[in-house]
T-cell receptor, first 116, second 116 residues
Framework: AQSVTQPDIHITVSEGASLELRCNYS??????LFWYVQSPGQGLQLLLK??????LVQGIKGFEAEFKRSQSSFNLRKPSVHWSDAAEYFC??????????????FGQGTTLQVKP | DGGITQSPKYLFRKEGQNVTLSCEQN?????MYWYRQDPGQGLRLIYY???????QKGDIAEGYSVSREKKESFPLTVTSAQKNPTAFYLC???????????????FGAGTRLSVL
């Protein structure tokens, strides 16, 4: 069955420190991978995506992610965290259905807290 | 400004009552989606629509109904058959009606539904 696992429910980092959020997926075919961010009480905004090609992808707000097929992972990183990065982060995999259908499967989310 | 508008922001449901959540988009997107978000469970797909007058069940459609009479509108009704409706509901849209697995989804700000 297709699934996405974000092992860390809650992470706290100091402002200026580096960040890595983990994401593992289970999907039999080549995955389409996404990272979204959600501020409290708001909708989700796309940070970055991976479809094919270079396995290191750059996104908005200084985020990047690396696709590792051998580890079924798509971890999100940022070299220096800002207080405004405090939010909930969701990893998702796009799975193909019959015909031209398909859907996103989301992980449980990781809440990032930033200490001053 | 183009975007997705969900209303109301907060909604309260009485026992045995049906309530309807509004979702309107002015992005001229073909596909629209409804998700339910519960703490620690990520987002789960309720219904989606690729084209006007057509929609498909997602993973947790029981107790919900939708309609797609206009391209820009995709209302969700939470019926009395949904025994645990308290959650945060998110509407999303994507440009294309095909290849849904790799469509970037754009989200509204959500409706928080509670039971009285």
């Amino acid at each position: 069955a297709q699934s996405v696992t974000q092992p860390d429910i809650h992470i706290t980092v100091s402002e200026g420190a580096s960040l890595e959020l983990r994401c593992n997926y289970s999907y039999g075919a080549t995955p389409y991978l996404f990272w979204y961010v959600q501020s409290p009480g708001q909708g989700l905004q796309l940070l970055l995506k991976y479809f094919s090609g270079d396995t290191l992808v750059q996104g908005i707000k200084g985020f990047e992610a690396e696709f590792k097929r051998s580890q079924s992972s798509f971890n999100l990183r940022k070299p220096s965290v800002h207080w405004s990065d405090a939010a909930e982060y969701f990893c998702a995999v796009g799975v193909r259905g019959s015909g031209n259908t398909g859907k996103l499967i989301f992980g449980q989310g990781t809440t990032l807290q930033v200490k001053p | 400004d183009g975007g997705i508008t969900q209303s109301p922001k907060y909604l309260f449901r009485k026992e045995g009552q049906n309530v309807t959540l509004s979702c309107e988009q002015n992005l001229n997107h073909d596909a629209m989606y409804w998700y339910r978000q519960d703490p620690g469970q990520g987002l789960r797909l309720i219904y989606y629509s690729q084209i006007v007058n057509d929609f498909q069940k997602g993973d947790i459609a029981e107790g919900y109904s939708v309609s797609r009479e206009k391209k820009e509108s995709f209302p969700l009704t939470v019926t009395s058959a949904q025994k645990n409706p308290t959650a945060f509901y998110l509407c999303a849209s994507s440009i294309f009606r095909e290849f849904l697995a790799k469509n970037i989804q754009y989200f509204g700000a959500g409706t928080r539904l509670s039971v009285l």
